[in-house]
């Protein structure tokens, strides 16, 4: 369950339903199925696009795993090496659980239960991210996203800059019915705007779908528009197609979109629960290769050669221990 929940949603203020007459919604044009692999030091993630999904229907977005959910032994929780990026936003939002980050531009803390880091490679910087000790020792809950947010060519060369957003600043909003939970992290929804300060315009928004309950949510035309099922099952777009935890719709266009709780939930998962994505498409070249996100295969290789030359910063004195010595695997997806 979402460590962020409120004890009475009709106190919240609510998002008003669209008028159908005048806001089209947007049908669905695919629901692909995210494929399952470790990151890191060996954590499980699901690949949300890694399932069949055109990088022009998702764009500006690259990538996304979904971290666990998964309950750990004493012993058991990991993390991630030392390893560098450049020229793209790291989104890492955790909706249960404890992860502690660290970077070479001098940000870093806790993430924890609702809480996000929001981390603008640009030009280049190193991090990690790693469980805290006492998770280590005693295991628990870890649950959690990581999203990369592409950046357009004029502000891949930004300065490196780091967001710490707890999880009581997101803003919360209710469904018209007040059947729906909705966090808004970044963007806006209705005219009330999330916490997290962008690059590049997009929306991000979890929701928590009570079951039989129906999401409409007013969404700007020009953005894309996605949905991802960490869990439960529903039904998205006005055709209620159907979709499961560990699915992504990729909508049309249109003015609104929707997803549906189906009335009975599975005993482990409530409501459901869904990430919802938009944004501003960049349309320019995308050469992705591991943990570097450019226009040009020569910038790929300028960014290899400025990381080995230790020109993307440097691992403070103190920091953050790992259990695997070694530099990071530079064809990995590393988060």
């Given at each position: 369950?979402?460590?962020?929940?409120?004890?009475?949603?009709?106190?919240?203020?609510?998002?008003?339903?669209?008028?159908?007459?005048?806001?089209?919604?947007?049908?669905?044009?695919?629901?692909?199925?995210?494929?399952?692999?470790?990151?890191?030091?060996?954590?499980?993630?699901?690949?949300?696009?890694?399932?069949?999904?055109?990088?022009?229907?998702?764009?500006?977005?690259v990538?996304?795993?979904?971290?666990g959910?998964?309950?750990?032994?004493?012993g058991?929780?990991?993390?991630?090496?030392?390893?560098?990026?450049?020229?793209?936003?790291?989104?890492?939002?955790?909706?249960?659980?404890?992860?502690?980050?660290?970077?070479?531009n001098?940000?870093?803390?806790?993430?924890?239960?609702?809480?996000?880091?929001?981390m603008?490679?640009?030009?280049?910087?190193?991090?990690?991210?790693?469980?805290?000790?006492?998770?280590?020792?005693?295991?628990?809950?870890?649950?959690?996203?990581?999203?990369?947010?592409?950046?357009?060519?004029?502000?891949?060369?930004?300065?490196?800059?780091?967001?710490?957003?707890?999880?009581?600043?997101?803003?919360?909003?209710?469904?018209?019915?007040?059947?729906?939970?909705?966090?808004?992290?970044?963007?806006?929804?209705?005219?009330?705007?999330?916490?997290?300060?962008?690059?590049?315009?997009?929306?991000?928004?979890?929701?928590?779908?009570?079951?039989?309950?129906?999401?409409?949510?007013?969404?700007?035309?020009?953005?894309?528009?996605?949905?991802?099922?960490?869990?439960?099952?529903?039904?998205?777009?006005?055709?209620?197609?159907?979709?499961?935890?560990?699915?992504?719709?990729?909508?049309?266009?249109?003015?609104?979109l929707?997803?549906?709780a189906?009335?009975?939930?599975?005993?482990?998962?409530?409501?459901?629960?869904?990430?919802?994505?938009?944004?501003?498409?960049?349309?320019?070249?995308?050469?992705?290769?591991?943990?570097?996100?450019?226009?040009?295969r020569?910038?790929?290789?300028?960014?290899?050669?400025?990381?080995?030359?230790?020109?993307?910063?440097?691992?403070?004195?103190?920091?953050?221990?790992?259990?695997?010595?070694?530099?990071?695997?530079?064809?990995?997806?590393?988060?």
């Amino acid at each position: 369950m979402p460590a962020v929940t409120v004890a009475n949603l009709l106190a919240l203020p609510r998002i008003p339903e669209p008028d159908a007459a005048v806001a089209r919604e947007r049908r669905v044009k695919s629901v692909t199925t995210a494929p399952s692999g470790f990151e890191g030091e060996g954590f499980p993630v699901r690949r949300a696009f890694g399932g069949g999904v055109r990088l022009a229907d998702i764009d500006p977005f690259v990538h996304m795993d979904q971290m666990g959910e998964v309950d750990y032994a004493p012993g058991e929780p990991k993390g991630t090496p030392w390893h560098p990026h450049r020229g793209f936003e790291t989104v890492t939002y955790m909706i249960d659980g404890t992860f502690r980050h660290q970077d070479s531009n001098g940000g870093g803390g806790l993430i924890t239960n609702g809480d996000t880091q929001w981390m603008t490679a640009g030009a280049g910087i190193l991090h990690i991210e790693a469980p805290p000790e006492q998770l280590v020792v005693a295991g628990g809950l870890f649950h959690g996203v990581q999203l990369w947010v592409n950046l357009p060519r004029d502000k891949k060369w930004s300065p490196p800059r780091y967001q710490d957003i707890r999880g009581r600043e997101a803003t919360l909003l209710s469904s018209h019915d007040g059947g729906t939970l909705v966090r808004v992290i970044a963007g806006e929804v209705a005219g009330r705007a999330g916490p997290g300060v962008t690059h590049t315009p997009i929306t991000m928004v979890h929701a928590t779908v009570s079951p039989g309950a129906r999401l409409v949510l007013p969404w700007r035309a020009d953005f894309n528009a996605l949905v991802y099922l960490l869990s439960g099952r529903g039904g998205v777009g006005p055709e209620h197609r159907p979709i499961q935890g560990g699915q992504l719709a990729v909508y049309g266009p249109g003015h609104a979109l929707a997803v549906a709780a189906e009335p009975r939930q599975d005993s482990s998962t409530p409501a459901l629960e869904a990430l919802i994505l938009g944004g501003l498409p960049i349309r320019e070249p995308v050469v992705h290769y591991g943990p570097f996100v450019m226009n040009t295969r020569e910038e790929i290789v300028q960014a290899i050669e400025d990381y080995q030359a230790g020109r993307l910063g440097s691992i403070p004195a103190t920091s953050l221990p790992h259990r695997h010595e070694g530099d990071a695997d530079l064809t990995a997806g590393t988060d």
